[in-house]
């Protein structure tokens, strides 16, 4: 067990018998991202608690991942994970691997080089990250100043050049300006511009758009997702949203209690999700189309993963639910093109299929 703090801190991941990786994503180039049995553990007064359990997952280069799931899923825990930021006196188990490096092996400076160039990070409160006593130009030029040797000239010309690539106008009027000065929705592509500014090969975008207005979340994301194609950077995107993760992303893992339960194609996941939860997620969404009195909703309340037990965390809340659910935790194993943890999924989907024909 190794100890991580702050200071110091599209293929699949292959099954043992490479099933996995057959099965669930066509692409041989080596993982941008791969992360193998992550485990982490947060220091508490009577010991420790795990928040995350067993995380596997993987990130081909210039690939857009989704992560969704509840509050409390373990999502935002796992980025944190990747970028060794996570809370004093936490224990990590597993690997982390960035281009075949071990994250959690970085010395400092290796750190730093890796945070610097190699991973950038959005975060979805912009004016909680951002320092309101600075001008924008400061925000945006200080990296580059002092870790690049860049003059400032050419850094505050970069940094419009950026601004007015993620959407901003009067880019150099932006930078004499103070973040009270800018809506939400301009600071949140301000804070992409920074990322963008340090030509990471990863973004971690940790629901980006969460306190935006449904119009200006479109094209903020639009506009990530664009230029994340362009400059061929991989990405992981958080997200409660599973429209959005489906709409962004090429592929979509499901998250519950510290665990993947469930990881598919985009549109696959649309059209055929395979575990009970991710069924639930997509039945708990409001159509257009149709006229619901009352949505449905998944039965009682999601646990983290120390509040799980042995067998599957999902199964106080599963209508599928048998004693081995409870006794025995399931694998997260293939199923359909791509990777389901469930003991009963073939049997579910077998009876819903008979259903549908009959």
Do not use: W
């Not at 800018?182 to 920074?194: D, E, H, T």
Request: aromatic share 4%; hydrophobic share 40%; proline share 6%.
């Amino acid at each position: 067990m190794t100890s991580s703090s702050p200071g110091g801190s599209d293929p699949l991941r292959a099954t043992p018998d490479g099933t996995a990786a057959a099965t669930a994503h066509p692409a041989t180039a080596a993982p941008l991202l791969e992360l193998s049995g992550l485990t982490v553990r947060l220091a508490v007064e009577d010991g420790s608690r795990a928040v995350l359990d067993g995380i596997d997952l993987s990130l081909a280069p210039g690939e857009a991942l989704g992560l969704v799931g509840e509050s409390g899923s373990g999502k935002s825990m796992t980025v944190r994970a990747v970028t060794r930021l996570l809370p004093g006196g936490a224990e990590v188990d597993g690997t982390v691997r960035f281009e075949g490096q071990d994250v959690n092996a970085m010395s400092g400076p290796e750190l730093r080089a890796y945070r610097d160039r190699g991973v950038g990070m959005i975060f979805q409160d912009p004016r909680a990250h951002i320092n309101p006593t600075r001008r924008i130009g400061a925000f945006l030029t200080e990296a580059l100043i002092r870790n690049r040797g860049t003059g400032r000239r050419e850094a505050e010309a970069r940094a419009a050049a950026v601004l007015a690539e993620v959407g901003i106008d009067s880019p150099e009027r932006r930078l004499r300006q103070y973040p009270h000065e800018l809506s939400g929705g301009m600071l949140q592509r301000v804070m992409i511009a920074s990322v963008l500014l340090a030509e990471p090969r990863l973004i971690l975008a940790d629901e980006p758009t969460t306190a935006l207005d449904v119009t200006i979340q479109a094209e903020v994301v639009g506009i990530l997702d664009r230029l994340r194609r362009e400059r061929g950077m991989g990405m992981v995107f958080i997200t409660h949203d599973l429209d959005l993760a489906l709409a962004v992303c090429r592929r979509v893992a499901v998250m519950y209690a510290g665990r993947i339960v469930e990881v598919r194609e985009a549109e696959e996941l649309h059209r055929r999700a395979a575990h009970p939860y991710t069924l639930g997620l997509l039945g708990s969404r409001p159509s257009i189309d149709e006229r619901a009195d009352r949505l449905d909703a998944i039965p009682g309340r999601p646990v983290s993963a120390f509040e799980s037990g042995p067998g599957c965390a999902f199964a106080d809340r599963c209508a599928h639910v048998q004693p081995v659910c409870r006794e025995e935790r399931p694998e997260l194993e293939p199923f359909q093109g791509g990777l389901v943890r469930c003991h009963r999924v073939a049997e579910i989907h077998s009876r819903q299929d008979q259903e549908a024909s009959a």
